[in-house]
Nanobody
Framework: QLVESGGGLVQAGGSLRLSCAVSGRTFSRTSMGWFRQAPGKEREFVAGVNRNSDTMYADSVKGRFTISRDNGKNTVSLQMNSLKPEDTAVYYC????????????????WGQGTQVTVSS
């Protein structure tokens, strides 16, 4: 089970930190990622991290967002800085055995999503 938290309303240029709590004993061996879906648009990859903490980012968030994991707490976080109105979306946490599955949207497990709204 994946449960996201930390969404909310923020002004452009502000920051938010999303967290995803993961249940299960295999978290340390699982690749994790964040996706987002804006109204009227398809869900898109945002960031991913594998079991070795290697990371990948969408070009649109590079330099602004940072994904990290805490294997002791079974959590993955997304620090979002310099937020823009176009970052407004529902953000989803995803899990899969390998990072490539996460990146292409073929994750085995998904959270329910958390709303992020960035006002201009």
């Amino acid at each position: 089970q994946l449960v996201e938290s930390g969404g909310g309303l923020v002004q452009a240029g502000g920051s938010l930190r999303l967290s995803c709590a993961v249940s299960g004993r295999t978290f340390s061996r699982t690749s994790m990622g964040w996706f987002r879906q804006a109204p009227g648009k398809e869900r898109e990859f945002v960031a991913g991290v594998n079991r070795n903490s290697d990371t990948m980012y969408a070009d649109s968030v590079k330099g602004r967002f940072t994904i990290s994991r805490d294997n002791g707490k079974n959590t993955v976080s997304l620090q979002m800085n310099s937020l823009k109105p176009e970052d407004t979306a529902v953000y989803y946490c995803a899990a899969a055995e390998i990072l490539s599955k996460v990146v292409r949207g073929s994750s085995d497990y998904w959270g329910q999503g958390t709303q992020v709204t960035v006002s201009s």
